[in-house]
């Protein structure tokens, strides 16, 4: 075995002081990645799986003088309270064809197909349909959901005033139209979630990342190459990283009954449709180790050329200024396509949104932290202000998912829709409570591991403070305001510039209705500065230990 492969698998095993709540940590924001990765793969696909048993109902490609059937859909009819769907099916010629997914015959003119919902309200339809019972159930191969309430009735025929739809075969290879604006608003919501994902693979990645800087730097002093510094790194962040996979997967499979409860795109799922494939499973064990472990290696690419500034402890080179420029792609992008575009101009400019807060917040970090420490009137201000100078990447990692969070509560903030039964009202509701607590579960992940990986990145410098005898609750407090000021300082200027994109995006426009725009944001920074509080007590007693003499 590679000596530094070996060497690699002795850190995870024994990774020193400080190493083993850096490894937990970073293994449970891991399988965090990796549960969210593997839902988000499985949803698309669980989509495309309901649109295989349901599209043939939306089929309309065939010439009327050739087509062997028509059919007409109303959705406006109703049952003991529940939205029902009505489709009427005419066979207009004969034929031999295989009958629709999830019924056993083609229905006559007369015959009445219910799904299961619907069947056990049938006492009180009986008589609308002047049948006592149904002709037969529809099955779960004809079902876009446990729950869905629909008839399929067999007519002679379908006026033309009704205009009916025209099909070839009652199979017909068609996208549903609802699934189609789901997987629209699916692809949004993953673009959006994207960067606060990516911030917690790099937040995972870098969990003490200045005791891996010291570490792997003496090595390096020690006569290491460059080469073998790197592959160390790699090897040991590739086996948290797959173990972290494992457990994500894991996770995902045991909470699969309760996520298909989730009543998107008329109602809750069939667990077979959310369940994970070989293929996905060998996306999420490649992946999400790969994404971590190029994260651990930019992020030690100054240990790999300047051993020696580490061991010194030389201050990083600042951000430049050339970042702000950013800024104003994203916005301008949105604003130039608006809401009629075609859906990949638009993911692109979220996407340049997105990044561009990323990108800036190191750069907002540091004028913060000059500001502070040029104005400071304490030791307590003074110390937060210089840390977050002296390392504003450092300081803005930890909370850089937290402010990638307001940025999407500011753009989802302006496309609340009303509250009324429209079903894609309904579904818009429901994905987007659904991408905000998958961000606030990303955001959880990431500011918990931020703690601990902050507390031991501080530990050195604590020490030093301690030894020279600052008392250590001024380092602690300290400690604490370096990780409320960017939050404040970053995140509500990002939560605005969210709100200013998605206004971009509908041309100034605000689909909100009443105050559930503003109470989404409110409920943004609260739950931002609750974490962040709650992430400073936790990583207390972490410092505290780290940094005793």
């Given at each position: 075995?590679n000596p530094?492969?070996?060497?690699?698998?002795?850190?995870v095993?024994?990774?020193g002081?400080?190493?083993?709540?850096?490894?937990?940590a970073a293994l449970?924001a891991?399988a965090v990645?990796?549960?969210l990765v593997?839902f988000?793969?499985?949803?698309?696909?669980?989509?495309?799986?309901r649109?295989?048993?349901?599209?043939?109902r939306s089929?309309?490609k065939a010439d009327?003088a050739?087509?062997?059937?028509?059919?007409?859909?109303d959705?406006?009819q109703?049952?003991?309270g529940?939205?029902?769907?009505?489709?009427?099916?005419?066979?207009?010629?004969p034929?031999?064809?295989p009958?629709?997914?999830?019924?056993?015959?083609?229905?006559?003119p007369?015959?009445?197909?219910v799904?299961?919902?619907?069947?056990?309200?049938?006492?009180?339809?009986?008589t609308?349909?002047?049948?006592?019972?149904?002709?037969?159930?529809?099955?779960a191969?004809g079902?876009?959901?446990p729950e869905?309430?629909?008839?399929?009735?067999?007519v002679?025929t379908?006026?033309?005033?009704?205009?009916?739809q025209y099909?070839?075969?009652?199979?017909e290879?068609v996208?549903?139209?609802?699934?189609?604006?789901l997987l629209?608003?699916?692809a949004?919501?993953?673009?959006?979630v994207?960067f606060p994902?990516?911030s917690?693979v790099g937040?995972?990645?870098?969990v003490a990342?200045?005791r891996r800087?010291?570490?792997?730097?003496?090595l390096?002093?020690?006569?290491?190459?460059?080469?073998?510094v790197?592959?160390?790194?790699?090897?040991?962040q590739a086996v948290?990283?797959?173990a972290?996979?494992v457990v994500?997967?894991?996770?995902y499979?045991v909470?699969?009954?309760?996520?298909?409860?989730i009543?998107?795109?008329?109602?809750?799922w069939?667990?077979?449709?959310i369940?994970?494939?070989?293929?996905?499973?060998l996306?999420?064990?490649?992946?999400?180790?790969?994404?971590?472990?190029?994260s651990a290696?930019i992020?030690?690419g100054r240990?790999?050329i300047?051993?020696?500034?580490?061991?010194?402890?030389q201050?990083r080179?600042?951000?430049?200024v050339?970042?702000i420029?950013?800024?104003?792609?994203g916005?301008?992008i949105l604003a130039?396509?608006g809401?009629q575009?075609?859906?990949l101009?638009?993911l692109i400019?979220?996407?340049?949104?997105a990044?561009?807060?990323?990108?800036?917040?190191?750069?907002?970090?540091?004028?913060?932290?000059?500001t502070?420490a040029?104005?400071?009137n304490g030791p307590v201000?003074?110390?937060?202000g210089?840390?977050l100078?002296d390392?504003?990447?450092?300081a803005f990692?930890p909370?850089a998912?937290?402010?990638?969070?307001?940025?999407?509560?500011?753009?989802?903030?302006?496309f609340m829709?009303?509250g009324?039964?429209?079903p894609?009202?309904h579904?818009m509701?429901?994905?987007v409570a659904?991408l905000?607590?998958?961000?606030f579960l990303t955001?959880?992940?990431?500011?918990?591991a931020?703690?601990?990986g902050t507390?031991l990145d501080?530990?050195a410098?604590a020490r030093a403070?301690?030894?020279s005898?600052?008392p250590?609750k001024?380092?602690?407090?300290?400690?604490?305001?370096?990780?409320?000021?960017?939050?404040i300082?970053v995140?509500?200027p990002?939560?605005g510039?969210?709100?200013?994109?998605?206004l971009?995006?509908?041309?100034?426009?605000?689909?909100?209705q009443?105050?559930?725009g503003?109470?989404?944001?409110?409920g943004?920074?609260v739950?931002?500065?609750?974490?962040v509080?709650?992430?400073?007590?936790?990583?207390a007693?972490?410092l505290r230990k780290?940094s005793?003499?």
């Amino acid at each position: 075995m590679n000596p530094m492969t070996d060497l690699g698998l002795r850190f995870v095993r024994r990774p020193g002081p400080g190493g083993r709540a850096a490894n937990l940590a970073a293994l449970g924001a891991t399988a965090v990645v990796a549960l969210l990765v593997t839902f988000l793969i499985a949803g698309s696909l669980g989509l495309s799986h309901r649109s295989e048993r349901i599209g043939w109902r939306s089929a309309d490609k065939a010439d009327p003088a050739t087509a062997i059937g028509a059919l007409n859909l109303d959705d406006d009819q109703r049952v003991d309270g529940h939205r029902l769907s009505v489709l009427g099916l005419a066979t207009l010629k004969p034929n031999e064809l295989p009958p629709p997914p999830g019924l056993d015959h083609t229905p006559k003119p007369g015959e009445v197909f219910v799904s299961p919902e619907v069947a056990k309200h049938w006492p009180s339809l009986s008589t609308k349909y002047g049948v006592a019972q149904p002709t037969g159930v529809i099955s779960a191969k004809g079902l876009s959901s446990p729950e869905e309430f629909i008839v399929i009735r067999g007519v002679q025929t379908i006026p033309a005033d009704e205009h009916p739809q025209y099909v070839s075969s009652w199979n017909e290879k068609v996208w549903d139209s609802r699934m189609v604006g789901l997987l629209i608003a699916v692809a949004f919501g993953i673009t959006l979630v994207l960067f606060p994902i990516l911030s917690l693979v790099g937040q995972a990645a870098g969990v003490a990342a200045k005791r891996r800087e010291h570490r792997l730097a003496a090595l390096r002093l020690a006569g290491a190459t460059r080469t073998q510094v790197l592959w160390l790194s790699a090897v040991e962040q590739a086996v948290l990283a797959l173990a972290g996979a494992v457990v994500g997967l894991v996770g995902y499979t045991v909470l699969s009954p309760l996520i298909a409860r989730i009543p998107l795109g008329g109602g809750r799922w069939y667990v077979g449709d959310i369940t994970v494939n070989w293929w996905t499973v060998l996306v999420v064990l490649v992946a999400v180790p790969v994404l971590s472990v190029v994260s651990a290696l930019i992020g030690l690419g100054r240990v790999s050329i300047t051993p020696l500034g580490v061991v010194r402890g030389q201050t990083r080179k600042g951000v430049s200024v050339l970042r702000i420029g950013l800024l104003v792609i994203g916005p301008v992008i949105l604003a130039y396509y608006g809401m009629q575009a075609a859906l990949l101009p638009l993911l692109i400019g979220v996407g340049f949104a997105a990044l561009a807060v990323r990108v800036i917040g190191p750069f907002a970090v540091q004028v913060v932290g000059k500001t502070m420490a040029n104005l400071a009137n304490g030791p307590v201000t003074l110390l937060a202000g210089r840390r977050l100078v002296d390392d504003p990447k450092g300081a803005f990692r930890p909370v850089a998912a937290l402010v990638l969070s307001g940025f999407v509560t500011g753009f989802i903030s302006v496309f609340m829709p009303p509250g009324d039964d429209d079903p894609s009202f309904h579904d818009m509701r429901i994905g987007v409570a659904l991408l905000l607590s998958l961000v606030f579960l990303t955001v959880a992940a990431s500011t918990a591991a931020g703690a601990v990986g902050t507390a031991l990145d501080q530990a050195a410098p604590a020490r030093a403070l301690r030894r020279s005898g600052v008392p250590l609750k001024v380092i602690e407090r300290s400690a604490r305001v370096a990780a409320v000021v960017p939050v404040i300082g970053v995140g509500l200027p990002v939560v605005g510039f969210g709100a200013l994109c998605g206004l971009a995006l509908g041309g100034g426009k605000v689909i909100t209705q009443g105050n559930s725009g503003v109470l989404l944001l409110i409920g943004q920074v609260v739950a931002g500065l609750v974490l962040v509080a709650v992430a400073g007590a936790a990583g207390a007693p972490v410092l505290r230990k780290a940094s005793a003499n």
